[in-house]
């Protein structure tokens, strides 16, 4: 089946520092993949996407490239600050077939930024 | 400003009580999502709805069922809740076109205790 695997957390860093958040994928088909962002009680808002090999999503300094050949899209950004602290979610979305309304999530990564 | 707005940001209930979550949205979005979000689990699809009166089963509907008698509503329902149902409980929405059923819009949640 489908599935999304996000790197355990917490992750706490420093203010300023570099920030990677590993995900991979197992999809049948071609998915489109996102990465959403839940801060301190709110909903989940979507961060940024990418639906073909190679596509890089970016957004508030973040960046995630598809990469079909490790199946992954890690979240990067450069220089994270305290208000980027939330949890993020990866998500795949097959392209077709009747799940083409489905989001499959992982299970969250919780960062925290200190100042 | 887009909203999806869920009834109650706390609940506290019996087990054995039939429990109704709301969840209004004001986009005129065709697509609805109940999701429950569980520490280490992420998020689950319960059931979606891509129209008016219609409904299909997510990843974990047991338990549960919806009703989406009006396309900004759309109402989770527990027959007779259980205290393994207890969890936030998330509302989201999206259109239909293609490019953007993807970008969910999500509610702040509900948490639901059940004793």
């Known amino acids: 089946g489908n599935s999304v695997t996000q790197m355990e957390g917490p992750v706490t860093l420093s203010e300023e520092a570099f920030l990677t958040i590993n995900c991979t994928y197992t999809?049948?088909?071609?998915?489109?993949l996102f990465w959403y962002v839940q801060y301190p009680g709110e909903g989940l808002q979507l961060l940024l996407k990418?639906?073909?090999?190679?596509d890089k999503g970016s957004n508030k300094g973040f960046e995630a490239t598809y990469r079909k050949e490790t199946t992954s899209f890690h979240l990067e950004k450069g220089s994270v600050q305290v208000s980027d602290s939330a949890v993020y979610f990866c998500?795949?979305?097959?392209?077709?077939?009747?799940?083409?309304?489905?989001?499959?999530f992982g299970k969250g990564t919780l960062l925290t930024v200190n100042p | 400003d887009v909203k999806v707005t869920q009834s109650s940001r706390y609940l506290v209930k019996r087990t054995g009580e039939k429990v109704f979550l709301e969840c209004v949205q004001d986009?005129?979005?065709?697509?609805m999502f109940w999701y429950r979000q569980d520490p280490g689990l992420g998020l689950r699809l319960i059931y979606f709805?891509?129209?008016?009166?219609?409904?299909e089963k997510g990843d974990i509907p047991e338990g549960y069922s919806v009703s989406r008698e009006k396309k900004e509503r759309f109402s989770l329902i527990l027959e007779s809740a259980s205290t393994n149902q207890t969890s936030m409980y998330l509302c989201?929405?999206?259109?239909?076109?293609?490019?953007?059923?993807?970008?969910?819009?999500f509610g702040s949640g509900t948490q639901l205790s059940v004793l």
């Open positions: 709805s891509y129209d008016v009166k219609m409904k």
């Open positions: 999809a049948t088909g071609y998915p489109s």
């Open positions: 986009m005129d979005h065709e697509n």
């Open positions: 990418a639906t073909k090999a190679d």
């Open positions: 998500a795949l979305k097959l392209s077709s077939g009747g799940s083409n309304y489905k989001l499959t």
């Open positions: 989201a929405s999206s259109g239909r076109r293609s490019g953007i059923r993807e970008k969910l819009f």
